[in-house]
């Protein structure tokens, strides 16, 4: 799920963000928990139950339902709010200095109490491990930590960030128990310690199980009394059939877009219901700006001409994903369809033979689209096949698609080997500068060569200052321009958050919104 980089998301890895849930009759069978349990099963998998390391979708679940946060993202919102922090606020107008001041009585969940010095230890600790495979790059601002009390928290900044409290309101700002943690090291043995709604109570390569914190203080209201994660390690078929089965309660992140279609459309699935969310999970094809061929804007701006979203959607996702026609995706703020009033929504040879003319180019285009099986979903492949096969009827290219391993992929593209190639990106917090600064800041991780000043040098660094994320509106709306100007990548599709679920199972609204937080704590039953 992560893109190996110095400034990484949560990239997709397998499949789209999809939750199912049957009826929960079959949880004695698994767990031999009451009535009131859940039994999640996950095709990804737990890299790591401490947040100083894992950096994945998986371990992520595991972190926002043990851990809290200073701040936290509320239901259906995206600007954080006080969890364990009574308030918090910058010193000054530069959003270089933070301050945060702790809530009374918080206790982990063996009972120790929660005070600053916990939390300092915990930045201190991920930033001072710094596990490539962890989120330390996410807190790499953060110069030094200020504890004068208890309950008070000073963060001195290295330079200005605005999205600062975004950041520790994700996984990445876990509190653990300085007391259970060592400093320098991570742990291995399984366990996790921390002060969220849930207390982890064992974990094994089968299977993790949760029961509520009874020592939790937090904004958080328990409809269930605990939840096991069951690991499919990838197995798609099976986690599909016991969904449907009922021998498990919830299947998350795994159905394929035929399986969440077939459980939709067809009437012998009528004891389950669908609720689809909003997602924040995006797909582009990028383009390698040193390339002999992608270099050529008149290339690119054919193939943006071509592109053909509406159809990839219904044959291809079948209706899982949304068009998608901006680096930024709908629903966060900030959000402008660049790419639509540059290119259009339907596709148009002639203004793509025009490109290319402009270009000097009078003959057949050639050009291999790269991709990898199933890093960014199991439709992956047939995703970059269409495209070639959209390309190729327009009479204007002659291309083919490629697949290979992820481990060479990445090695390849980083070797500048690929003239176009497939990524895709799932935020660690819903900010647009979290969709920006990652491809076109001073570290770009897309590997394809390209850089735009005024994007890196001035709009990036002054949105970074705005405090009000809605003055930034500007500065994001002026990038996307740029970027639909110079087709450094060109946006597919967002993809949509989906429960497949018993009717008796309720609160699924609010485990899939735009914040990508799952929340176990809202799931119930009738």
């Not at 390209?450 to 990038?479: M, Q």
Request: glycine residues 8%.
């Amino acid at each position: 799920m992560k893109i190996h980089s110095n400034w990484t998301a949560l990239p997709v890895a397998m499949g789209f963000g999809v939750l199912s849930l049957a009826g929960c009759s079959a949880n004695s069978s698994i767990i031999g928990l009451d009535s009131n349990s859940v039994v999640i099963g996950i095709s990804d998998e737990v890299l790591s139950t401490d947040p100083a390391s894992g950096y994945d979708p998986g371990s992520w679940l595991l972190f926002n339902n043990v851990f809290q946060t200073l701040l936290s993202f509320p239901n259906g919102g995206t600007e954080p709010q006080p969890e364990i922090a009574q308030e918090c606020h910058f010193v000054d107008n530069r959003a270089s200095v933070y301050q945060c001041h702790l809530k009374e009585g918080l206790k982990f969940s063996n009972g120790n109490s929660l005070t600053s010095e916990d939390v300092k230890f915990s930045f201190e600790r991920t930033l001072r491990i710094s596990d490539p495979a962890g989120p330390a790059v996410m807190l790499s601002k953060i110069s030094s930590i200020r504890t004068p009390d208890e309950k008070t928290v000073t963060f001195r900044l290295s330079s200005s960030d605005a999205t600062f409290p975004s950041k520790i309101a994700s996984a990445a700002g876990s509190i653990v128990d300085h007391r259970e943690y060592s400093a320098n090291t991570l742990r291995k043995d399984g366990h996790a310690m921390g002060s969220g709604p849930y207390v982890l109570e064992s974990f094994s390569s089968e299977s993790a199980t949760f029961h509520v914190n009874q020592n939790y203080s937090g904004t958080a209201k328990m409809h269930n009394s605990g939840v096991t994660l069951k690991f499919f390690h990838g197995d798609q078929k099976s986690l599909k059939d016991e969904t449907l089965s009922k021998e498990i309660d919830i299947a998350y992140r795994g159905l394929t877009a035929s399986d969440i279609s077939d459980i939709r459309e067809k009437k012998r699935y009528e004891d389950f219901k669908v609720a689809e969310g909003a997602g924040s999970e995006v797909n582009h094809l990028v383009f390698n700006m040193d390339d002999p061929v992608t270099g050529r804007i008149g290339i690119r701006k054919a193939i943006a001409y071509l592109l053909d979203r509406n159809a990839l959607i219904d044959h291809v996702f079948e209706e899982t994903a949304t068009p998608l026609y901006s680096i930024v995706p709908a629903g966060i703020t900030g959000h402008r369809s660049a790419f639509f009033h540059a290119y259009g929504p339907n596709p148009s040879e002639r203004k793509a033979k025009e490109a290319l003319t402009d270009e000097g180019i009078t003959g057949k285009v050639r050009l291999t689209l790269w991709s990898t099986p199933s890093r960014y979903g199991p439709s992956t492949d047939a995703e970059l096949q269409a495209i070639a096969d959209q390309l190729n009827e327009s009479g204007l290219f002659e291309a083919d698609m490629k697949s290979v391993p992820f481990d060479r992929y990445e090695r390849d593209i980083a070797a500048g080997r690929y003239g176009v190639y497939v990524k895709g990106w799932v935020p660690d917090y819903p900010d647009a500068e979290n969709f920006v600064a990652p491809f076109f800041g001073k570290e770009n991780v897309l590997h394809n060569g390209y850089t735009n000043e005024t994007i890196s040098d001035s709009l990036l660094p002054s949105s970074a200052t705005t405090r009000d994320r809605s003055d930034a509106i500007t500065a994001f709306a002026e990038i996307q321009e740029i970027v639909a100007r110079d087709v450094p990548l060109l946006p597919i599709w967002q993809g949509k958050q989906y429960a497949v679920a018993h009717r008796d199972i309720n609160g699924l609204q609010y485990c899939v919104d735009a914040s990508t937080v799952f929340r176990f704590w809202e799931i119930g039953i009738d």
